[in-house]
């Protein structure tokens, strides 16, 4: 396996892409406001062996918080870079970019209004004009970064494209990809190079798909970036690393990634000895996949592991190419002899072959949101599972469980009902796409949305 050739990219004592191997992040949970907690949690995430930590900034005051962290963390002998994740408020990052070392900006809602759903209708003109008034935002912020020497993640993610691209590519790869070409063409017209891309969604096919298109596309038009992975919402426990696994191992043993996050619904260290194993696993794993046994429909892999997430990690980092292509349609794993059908169940569930059980679409959570997300992720588990026992319908749900509406509705929309925080306590929620209750109580939206479930299956 060789891996992609990329240009190299600056965050702060970082070097992200051409030969510097592939480096590990993740994601605080705290209140950006509160110093003190964020820094705990970045130490914490450092020192299991992050290499970038990323905290949100969903506001002016967030943002210039991050001054603060970064001192508090210099001053405790830490120099890893930080990362400000910016949605909605364009104003924001060009406070953080003077205060980190990168600044991610999601295309879909940096100058577009956050999405809706609505189907709109532009003349070419018109579109332009859309096109032109991006720029005209984005400019000034390449120039703040430019002073700072700050990088730039142009970070798309399936869950939240613009109602502009949805109208004009519909809810596909093509889609995710032209939301990040168009900010890409903008940074080279005005040669901004110090860039990071991201295409993520918790759909692993989709995932996959967008980002071989979207190195297509850059290699087409002479752009080298280095690329993060990621599959959102990917859940916690078994699911989600399995999920990760499939969607991440995929391209990473194609040569594809320069520096990866695996967005589990737990503590955020727990995130780093993952990412870290599946790092590892690419080249075994990449030339176990060239040898594999596939007779008709059936792909076959055989594992001597003593470690049960080792061997979920390379049975799913293995397998997840060949079943997102669909040059295999059935999984058998045997570990010592012993077959692990309900391994290769997960498996397949994850690269969105076969259905066996209910799926939780959990993101992992952040600064925004404003609700204890483990214990909420659990009580649903236990009363979706509960329920699947008694009724067959329940088996192959799958429920969204998301922190707040960043990526909402949009991540849902592969799911058949979700669960959003929708602030300080409070919960929406949705039946695909639609929004039908607003704002309940926090202690009371488990038990309304399986009521709503049952009413509605």
Do not use: W
């Amino acid at each position: 396996m060789q891996r992609r050739q990329t240009s190299q990219t600056r965050v702060g004592n970082i070097a992200i892409g051409s030969d510097n191997g592939i480096r590990i992040q993740s994601m605080t949970t705290t209140n950006t406001n509160d110093t003190d907690a964020c820094t705990a949690q970045a130490i914490r995430i450092i020192e299991a062996g992050g290499e970038l930590v990323r905290l949100t900034t969903q506001g002016v005051r967030e943002a210039e918080n991050m001054k603060n962290i970064s001192a508090a963390l210099r001053a405790a002998g830490y120099d890893t870079p930080l990362v400000a994740d910016v949605h909605f408020n364009a104003k924001v990052a060009d406070v953080a970019a003077r205060h980190c070392e990168k600044v991610r900006i999601n295309p879909g809602n940096y100058v577009d209004p956050a999405r809706t759903f609505k189907q709109l209708e532009y003349t070419g003109e018109e579109y332009a004009a859309e096109l032109q008034r991006i720029e005209q935002r984005l400019v000034p912020l390449l120039d703040i970064c430019r002073e700072h020497n700050t990088a730039i993640r142009i970070g798309v993610n399936h869950g939240s494209l613009s109602d502009r691209i949805m109208s004009r590519y519909g809810d596909t790869p093509d889609g995710i990809v032209e939301s990040c070409m168009e900010f890409l063409r903008i940074c080279r017209r005005h040669s901004f190079n110090n860039i990071v891309i991201s295409i993520k969604a918790s759909n692993t096919v989709v995932m996959v798909h967008a980002v071989r298109k979207l190195v297509s596309a850059m290699d087409a038009e002479d752009m080298h970036y280095p690329l993060h992975l990621g599959v959102t919402e990917a859940g916690e426990g078994e699911d989600g690393r399995i999920k990760s696994a499939v969607g991440i191992g995929a391209l990473l043993t194609e040569g594809i990634g320069d520096t990866i996050r695996v967005s589990l619904s737990e503590e955020p260290e727990c995130e780093i000895p993952v990412a870290r194993k599946l790092v590892s696993f690419v080249a075994e794993c990449a030339g176990r996949r060239e040898a594999a046994v596939i007779t008709g429909d059936t792909l076959t892999l055989c594992f001597d592991e003593a470690d049960p997430e080792d061997l979920q990690l390379k049975a799913a980092m293995t397998a997840g190419a060949l079943l997102i292509d669909r040059r295999a349609t059935k999984l058998v794993v045997r570990n010592r002899g012993e077959e692990m059908t309900a391994l290769a169940d997960a498996i397949l569930q994850a690269a969105r072959v076969k259905f066996t059980k209910p799926e939780f679409i959990s993101c992992p959570g952040c600064g925004r949101t404003l609700y204890d997300l483990q214990q909420t992720i659990a009580r649903i588990k236990q009363a979706i599972l509960g329920e699947a026992q008694r009724d067959p319908r329940f088996r192959t749900l799958k429920i969204g469980i998301m922190g707040c509406i960043v990526n909402g509705p949009g991540e849902m929309a592969d799911a058949d009902y979700g669960y959003v925080g929708a602030g300080p306590g409070k919960v929406s929620l949705y039946k695909q796409k639609q929004c039908v209750e607003k704002n309940i109580p926090a202690d009371e939206a488990v038990g309304k949305l399986l009521q709503l479930i049952k009413d509605t299956i």
